[in-house]
């Protein structure tokens, strides 16, 4: 029961990332090429698109371990999971996908601040956020529809 609500949850919310992280990657870029100054709301941005991937991790996560029947079939057998494609992208592909956006994310919002000038940390923040971004794009379930179920 709690699997189709949590899997809705995960959908949905995958939109407000990829929302955020192009938001994100906007601001960064038109502030490198604008010769604008770095700004608090510069870094907000970056920190709400790392903060919904975050939480988007955490659903997940809860899917992958706790409610997934996709993850305990291929638990159950590993090599036959990985010659079937769609068993293979949620439990190998998707996951090492969304990792590295939650990895490449973090470092977009960490990485400007240790920088001094703001066409570094604007440089920094468009080239880790933009990797973010079109790792989540590779990552991203296209087939499956917002609402699956419904």
Excluded: C
């Amino acid at each position: 029961m709690a699997y189709p609500i949590v899997l809705a949850v995960h959908n949905v919310v995958r939109w407000v990332v990829l929302l955020l992280g192009v938001w994100a990657v906007w601001r960064s870029i038109s502030g490198l090429l604008g010769n604008k100054a770095w700004s608090e709301s510069d870094r907000k941005v970056g920190v709400f698109f790392a903060s919904a991937i975050d939480t988007q991790l955490l659903i997940g996560l809860i899917l992958y371990i706790f409610l997934s029947p996709f993850t305990r079939q291929a638990i159950s057998d590993f090599g036959a999971a990985m010659g079937n494609p769609g068993l293979r992208f949620f439990a190998l592909e998707h996951a090492f996908f969304m990792l590295l956006a939650v990895v490449f994310a973090h470092l977009g919002t960490m990485l400007p601040k240790r920088a001094v000038e703001s066409k570094t940390k604007f440089q920094r923040s468009a080239l880790w956020l933009g990797l973010a971004v079109v790792v989540v794009l590779l990552g991203m379930p296209w087939a499956r529809p917002l609402f699956p179920g419904l």
